[in-house]
């Protein structure tokens, strides 16, 4: 690279580090590991996700952009688990040093590790074809991290915000949005998706079983039913597709019944899907979120989607509205 | 991918976390984030590294040298901070599925954490050109750690092993061993580094900083003598040539000059750079790894070269025998 490794990180990511008076963080940036803190009482919880180029997003993506999809995404992981975020490190595999570029991105990343609560304690910087890591960094007081295991029988089954913009985002910006009214907000639900981690706080001793959405629900919500399940008592779940929460810009576009599918079936829209004994319902107030009740944990070993009542069957990631299950 | 990332996890790397009982890991691979106990009056320690085809390696490196090598590069950085290690997380990018390289990766892999007492705790893997990020975490007594800051005039720079070695296996592999005797030595330090793990545990209260030798032994001393340094008082170094640990093997295959010349500015040894306070050597007893006394701090702002009595002029990365200093 024109730019050094080290001058890189201290350009750009020494600064980012040091802008954060984290008492936790005992040495940060610029030596051969951080020194880190750990909370008396607490567990620590981390997640490592990358964001390859081709696989996870197209060339010439804006570098904030990306820092806003690698920072949703990892620390949306964190709010899965009612985490308290703490700390971020970065492995950036770049095909050249491009200033502009650095700079968009580590703009971006500081903004979000100043709104989250977050310091830049660490990273690495390699020449190669554009991939990023993160690994996130966050705290539970011990036993209380929520999981995917605990769903049980009878549980409600809850989704945060609204389902499926992200896939709308990404269609709009691949093929065109068919209205104006939605591009600005599904493009945006898109590449920068809000982790809900003020619900995860505020989740803790209230959900059975919580997991961020990043497949898709269907997908999300069976990763809930196998950990929760046992090998002679699977769980299942009933949905009920009018409880589906869409917004507008997503109905306005592409239509319900296929704002439902991507519902279903989208993935990355990172909000959080949880299971909540009913009678923590009416204990929920003022939560960060709006939260929707979907559905129900049942025994049948299988998620059943009903629409107004009526089932509807369920094929490959999404349902056929209109054909009766054999 | 063929194989999805799910079995892959499930297949590879879950048998492999599973494997340690390690009663730090509350929860390991498969929620959203692993679950882990810090053990109290310690601080944690973390490093993060990746390894990209094309630019740290050639396409076809067999998936075991890989394993070795990005661990061992990783790991010796918790050996510079006289860390006890703990757990690994894993980043993977492959181009496809290949079982027979994930089963000697993992294979790999699983005997290093085994050796070292490390649990692999988390991972993600994504499709994409080759490239493996590895995050080290550790485990040091409050304020015990080893950092590059802390040397001070007149304290001696040890390293350990030999030095050289790396560079020799890589021009080996790249252009032929002109001596069959150093054939599988060098190679097997290139792919195999040793992260001194041991020696930095026991140089804890006895070295005043320490660094792992990645970049080559002048650029990882520089970057002791600039953070323990002033602006004010900047720090230098004497080093004594003829002091510098070389293998029978680097000498025989390359020569004294040339096995000198990687022993500076070679990188990729990871063994240790420390300063020590001239007082503590003697109090150094039953070190689990060969130390040389190799040079001194001074207050000259510079490094400055000298075999048997003689200065040595030090051009770019290395230094030239013959000639007087300017």
Known sequence: ????????????????????????????????????????GHQLVVSIDSLVEGTHFLQDTPADQLASRLFGAAVSDLAAMGAKPAWITLALTLPQANELWLERFSQKLGQLCLQYGISLIGGDTTKGPLSLTAQVHGFVPVGKALKRSGAQKGDLICVSGRLG???????????????????????????????????????????????????????????????????????????????????????????????RQWALSGGEDFELCFTLPAEHLPTLHNLPEAIAVIGKITDDADIRLYDRGQECALSGAGYDHFKNPG
């Open 1 to 40: 690279m024109a730019l050094g490794e080290f001058d890189l990180i201290k350009r750009y990511f020494a600064p980012l580090a040091e802008a954060s008076s984290d008492a936790s963080v005992a040495l940060g940036v610029g030596d051969d590991c951080a020194i880190l803190n750990c909370p008396e």
């Open 165 to 259: 913009d992200s896939r709308g985002g990404l269609e709009g910006l691949l093929n065109g949005f068919p209205d104006s009214r939605g591009v600005e907000y599904l493009s945006e639900r898109f590449f920068a998706p809000s982790p809900r981690v003020e619900l995860g706080l505020a989740l803790t001793d209230k959900a059975s079983a919580a997991i961020d959405i990043s497949d898709g629900l269907l997908s999300d919500l069976s990763h809930i039913l196998k950990a929760s399940g046992a090998a002679d008592e699977p769980l299942g779940a009933r949905l009920q597709l009018e409880a589906l929460p869409l917004s507008e810009e997503l109905v306005s576009c592409f239509g319900e019944d296929q704002a």
